[in-house]
């Protein structure tokens, strides 16, 4: 299939629709063979930017995923997709991008879960606050699931990420503050 097929075209949302689901899978051979796919995907889609709200958030989430093999080659491939507009594409599809890293905080695989962490974390810091506003309680939602997770390096990102938030919003965090104080006096422990 190449870019100049009518074909091609007319099936790619759907093509999309199943690389995301590979880009978010459990498994990391899974999520970068997904990874090489979408790669190739976008460059052969004639309108790359309509397929943002589709994929542009696992390959997001991907470049903090502990398997370097995935997290190497998904930031070459972000860099080579959307180039110096990262903030502003994340910000074109900001509810599927909270939606996807919400349930990858839940996800089965502690790795999944830690990247997560640490996509929601750059959320706060580096994105525009009113693009993340609206966002502001599921995501602290996510990360206090998170603190309380079997697995240390989650809790460790998830008590980061939420210095973060409270940091970049104030007002938005009080109701969770007197949790939040409980969880980092005992990840102190």
């Not at 990874?35 to 989430?61: G, H, N, W």
Request: net charge negative; glycine share 4%.
């Amino acid at each position: 299939l190449c870019s100049s097929s009518d074909i091609f075209q007319g099936i790619s949302e759907e093509i999309a629709k199943q690389l995301a689901i590979g880009m978010a899978d459990n498994w990391s051979q899974v999520r970068f063979s997904a990874s090489v796919a979408t790669r190739e995907f976008m460059t052969q889609v004639r309108d790359k930017e309509s397929f943002y709200p589709i994929l542009l958030p696992q390959m997001c989430l991907n470049r903090y995923y502990v398997a370097e093999g995935v997290r190497l080659y998904s930031l070459d491939t972000w860099k080579q997709v959307v180039g110096t507009k990262g903030r502003e594409s994340v910000a074109s599809c900001m509810k599927e991008t909270v939606a996807l890293y919400c349930d990858q905080a839940k996800a089965n695989n502690h790795a999944v879960r830690e990247a997560a962490c640490h996509c929601i974390a750059e959320l706060g810091l580096r994105m525009e606050p009113d693009s993340v506003r609206p966002f502001v309680d599921d995501l602290l939602k996510a990360l206090i699931l998170c603190f309380k997770d079997a697995s240390w390096p989650v809790r460790d990102a998830a008590c980061t990420a939420c210095g973060n938030f409270i940091t970049a919003f104030p007002e938005e965090s009080k109701g969770c503050i007197n949790e939040l104080f409980s969880l980092w006096i005992a990840h102190l422990v």
